[in-house]
Structure formats: structure tokens, C-alpha cells
């Protein structure tokens, strides 16, 4: 093994070479005083029977003065090639380090450079503090202006981070818009931390102008640190990047410091994830179905479908926990699909009048294949077009309306009714309202919740069903949970409801079932009206 490992080093093998090079013009010049002696001395005498000795001696010398030159020769090439070998070397330690665009550290030179500031810094008891910060809309400034201008954006952003923050910080970019910042405080110096931060916040947001173009990005950050003894680089900066997601995700424009909650909670998130996967390869996510119930007659009209997680420990989830993760992580639509799926197959044996509604996320309304999978869906489990309703939220809706008219006009095209869900919490536009071929108005649950002690929620609940009646559009309310709101949302002219007040969210075989059961009027909440 030894001899393997000597074998394969090239600064060895060259230090042989040299010493088998030096060796041979030693000897070579060795020989040359030797010969030289003899030639000369015998040189004077003139004797013809030394003629052939003096010949030889003769050759020799010049053999001599030749395999000199050559072995200088060959040193000297050898010196040339370490000395090009060392240099390369150089470079590709440099390049190994080094971002190409910045001229920073990049992620290997970082931890290497943190590193021995960490050991230096445990010498004399600081603590190590890692800032992880994040470019927003850098993605946008390529797209918009182009790959040479974000490039020179990163160049000028770096040369002035590394003049604010001064030579004795490890300054990096460690992706394509991701930079961090090590540097060693003392324990009772760690406010300088916080000031460094916003530092960091405020060059990176400056306005920068570009070939008369001003261009202006923003910046999330986050901070962790720790003493500096026994710490560890890999560590302290994903604790810092756990803080600078936190702080991306709640949009704050502030420098976060990273706490053990966080890491919990990113745990858990990651749990989630792996569990979304494992459930929907095992089947765990089944629709549950809302009532819907007409508010003057007390039939069931329709069933919400809402998504249910039935977890193996943690028995039934709700969609408040794994729906925001599904979307992050780009399983939305499959499980969307797999769920709308499962109701429409169970519901199309269903007494033909019920309705049954599905909510459509964001994202998916961003999916221009959008129709044409609900429509693949229906065509499946032989569900009529005219019985499925897709809600389409308020905010998701206007945030790109000519998408959303194509997608809209594709699914009305197919027969399919349509509802604006949680009606009131966006940025309507009236003339949007009037353009869009809408089937039912909801009114979020939050004007419910509150209808009987704020005058504001009841004049809001007034108002979208004054305006709902002149667009001949029926109004479904959310969140009816006990009479009083009940009585109110009649009063107000409202036609649809659903809630607790009649009825949780329940499994398939329940709504069956309750279906099954309603023969008599009195049997459902709408005979309190007939007795009031």
C-alpha cells in the first residue's frame, strides 16, 4: 500500500526524477575533471604511441562536456515543469474556491475559510456568526435584462459587500442568488451581529443603475451563532439558512435570528413532506364532503369535497396542515386530482339533483392543462358536467385574469358550473365580476363568523347579495355554525349555506347515508324559519 500511494504522488516521482537527473551531471562532471587530467597531462608529451590514448580522452571529454549540457539541460526542464506544475495547482485550488462571476468564495471556500476562522476565533473565546441572506427577484432581473446584467448586478453587489463588511469577514456566494457572511464577535459585542445584518439588507436593496436602467432588488436574512469552540461550519450555516427561509416565508424584511422553534417546525415540515409522498402512494388522502343546503326549502343541494389525510398514528389530518406543503412542493395537483377523483366516483350514483363542489388552488390555476384534466376526470368516473361545481378563489383569480378567463371559458365550454370562493377577502374588480361567467357567489366564513356583533360584516353581507341579485348570480354562504347566523344570513336575502350548523365534514359513506335519511323537511335546521 505504501509503495502504491508513494508511486502516485507526482511531487515524488518529480523529486526523483531531479535527484537521478542531478546525480548523473555530478558524475558527468566527475568524469570530465577525471578525462581532463588525463588528456592535458599526457597533451605535452607528444609521444606518438599515446595518440590513440589521447584520442579516446579526447572523446571522452567531448562525450563528457555533452552529457553535461544535457543533463543541465534536463534539470532545468524539470525545475520549468514543477514550477508550471505548482502553478496550476495554484489555480485549481483557486478555482475550486472561488465563485467565477464574483470573485467570493463559493461553498467549498467558504467552510474552508470559516473553518480556520472558527478555530482561530475558539483561541480566544468569540463566537462565530453566520449571515445567510438571499436575493429576491434576482431571477427577474435575468429574465427581464438579461444574463449580463445580472452578472454585473452580483459583481457591483459584491464589491460593495466586501468594502462595508471589511477584511476580517468570510463573504461567499454559495448559489445563484445565495450568499452568507462568517465572522468571529466578541460575546459582549454581539449587537455588532444585528447592525451587520441590516447592513448586508440595506447595500443589497440600493438602487443600482444600469446603462440608464434602474434596477432594485430586495433581500431576506438570517443569522445564527455560536461559540466558536467545537462549532462546526455545516451546521451554523443551515441554521442561518433555516432563519433566512423563515424570514422569506413571513416576508420580512428584517435581519431573523434563528431559534430552535424553527428547526422544529422545519422537522415537522419535513415529516409532512415524506408523509404526503408515502400517502399518496398508499392511498391515505379520501374526500369529505360539506353540506350544502338551500336556506329557504332546508334540502341538501350539494356537498363540498374537502381533503382528508388518514394518517396510520395520527388518525384524521386536516387540509389546513398538508395542503400549504402539497403545493410548496409541487404534489398539489396530484393530490387534488386524486381526491376530486375518489368524490366524483362515489357521488355519481348520487340522487342526480345533488351538486358536488371541488376548490381549485392557485397554482393549479396556472396549469393551462387545467381543464382538460378535470374534463380526463369526469370522462373516468362517468360524472355529468352540469352536477360538478369548481371553486376558484378570489385572490388566485385576479391575479392573472386573462389566464383565468381562458381557463373559465374552457371549463363553461364543457358544461361545468362555476363559483367564486371566499367572495369579499381579494381585489375584485366589478367589471371583472360582470366579464366572468360565474354560477354561484361565496362569501368567506370571516364576515360570518362575526355577522351579529359587527355592523361592517353584515352591511359587506348586505351588499355582495344586493350586487349578486342584480347579477342574477345565487349567493352560497360559508361558515353558518349556529342559529342566530343562521336567521341573519336569511334575512339577508342569502340562498345557500353550509357550516357546522348542518353538518361537519364527513366521509362518504355518512354523506350516503344522510341522504338516504332526508325524507321529511323537519329533519334539517330550516324548520327553525317555519316556527319563527
Request: charged residues 25%; hydrophobic residues 45%.
Amino acid at each position: 500500500m505504501t509503495s502504491v500511494t508513494r508511486s502516485n504522488n507526482p511531487r515524488l516521482r518529480n523529486a526523483r526524477r531531479e535527484l537521478v537527473v542531478l546525480t548523473v551531471l555530478i558524475t558527468a562532471v566527475m568524469l570530465l575533471i577525471w578525462n581532463g587530467s588525463k588528456f592535458f597531462h599526457a597533451l605535452p608529451l607528444g609521444d606518438a604511441e599515446l595518440a590513440p590514448g589521447i584520442q579516446a580522452a579526447s572523446t571522452a571529454l567531448t562525450l563528457n562536456v555533452a552529457l553535461i549540457l544535457f543533463g543541465w539541460r534536463r534539470y532545468v526542464d524539470l525545475q520549468h515543469e514543477a514550477e508550471m506544475r505548482e502553478e496550476q495547482e495554484r489555480r485549481a485550488t483557486v478555482l475550486a474556491t472561488t465563485d467565477t462571476i464574483t470573485g467570493l468564495y463559493n461553498r467549498k471556500g467558504f467552510a474552508d475559510r470559516a473553518g480556520q476562522l472558527c478555530l482561530d476565533a475558539g483561541l480566544r473565546g468569540d463566537n462565530l456568526v453566520v449571515i445567510s441572506f438571499q436575493i429576491h427577484r434576482f431571477k427577474s432581473v435575468n429574465d427581464q435584462h438579461g444574463y449580463e446584467t445580472g452578472d454585473r448586478l452580483l459583481k457591483t453587489l459584491s464589491v460593495a459587500l466586501a468594502d462595508e463588511l471589511g477584511s476580517d469577514a468570510v463573504l461567499a456566494r454559495l448559489g445563484s442568488d445565495e450568499f452568507a457572511v462568517a465572522l468571529a464577535l466578541c460575546p459582549d459585542d454581539m449587537g455588532r451581529a444585528d447592525a451587520l445584518a441590516e447592513t448586508v439588507l440595506q447595500t443589497v436593496t440600493r438602487p443600482l443603475l444600469f446603462e440608464e436602467r434602474i434596477i432594485q432588488v430586495g433581500a431576506f436574512s438570517g443569522i445564527a451563532a455560536t461559540p466558536a469552540t467545537n462549532a462546526r461550519i455545516p451546521d451554523i450555516l443551515r441554521r442561518a439558512d433555516i432563519a433566512m427561509d423563515h424570514a422569506r416565508s413571513g416576508r420580512v424584511a428584517r435581519p431573523v435570528w434563528f431559534d430552535a422553534g424553527m428547526e422544529r417546525a422545519l422537522i415537522a415540515h419535513g415529516e409532512i413532506e415524506q408523509g404526503i409522498r408515502f400517502g399518496l402512494e398508499h392511498g391515505q388522502f379520501v374526500p369529505y364532503f360539506e353540506p350544502q343546503v338551500d336556506l329557504k326549502s332546508g334540502d341538501i343541494v350539494g356537498f363540498e369535497v374537502l381533503a382528508r389525510w388518514i394518517h396510520p398514528l395520527s388518525g384524521v389530518i386536516g387540509p389546513d396542515v398538508f395542503i400549504p406543503v402539497a403545493d410548496e412542493i409541487g404534489l398539489i395537483g396530484r393530490l387534488s386530482d386524486k381526491v376530486i377523483g375518489d368524490a366524483l366516483r362515489e357521488a355519481a350514483a348520487w340522487d342526480p339533483a345533488i351538486k358536488i363542489s371541488v376548490n381549485i388552488s392557485p397554482s393549479q390555476l396556472a396549469d393551462g392543462w387545467l381543464a382538460h384534466r378535470i374534463v380526463k376526470t369526469l370522462a373516468e368516473t362517468a360524472f355529468p358536467a352540469d352536477r360538478l361545481v369548481v371553486e376558484i378563489t378570489e385572490s388566485s383569480l385576479f391575479a392573472d385574469v386573462d389566464l383565468a378567463r381562458s381557463v373559465v371559458t374552457s371549463l363553461k365550454n364543457q358544461g361545468i358550473r362555476l363559483a367564486l370562493d371566499d367572495f369579499g377577502t381579494g381585489f375584485s374588480s366589478l367589471a371583472h365580476l360582470r366579464s366572468l361567467p360565474f354560477d354561484i357567489i361565496k362569501i368567506d366564513r370571516s364576515f360570518v363568523t362575526n355577522i351579529n356583533t359587527k355592523r361592517e360584516s353584515s352591511a359587506i353581507v348586505r351588499a355582495v347579495t344586493t350586487l349578486a341579485a342584480a347579477l342574477q348570480v345565487p349567493v352560497c354562504v360559508e361558515g353558518i355554525e349556529d342559529e342566530d347566523s343562521y336567521r341573519t344570513v336569511v334575512g339577508l336575502g342569502c340562498e345557500i349555506g353550509q357550516g357546522w350548523y348542518f353538518g361537519k365534514p364527513m366521509p362518504a359513506e355518512d354523506a350516503r347515508e344522510l341522504l338516504d335519511a332526508r325524507s321529511r323537511p323537519q329533519t334539517v335546521p330550516a324548520r327553525s324559519v317555519s316556527n319563527g
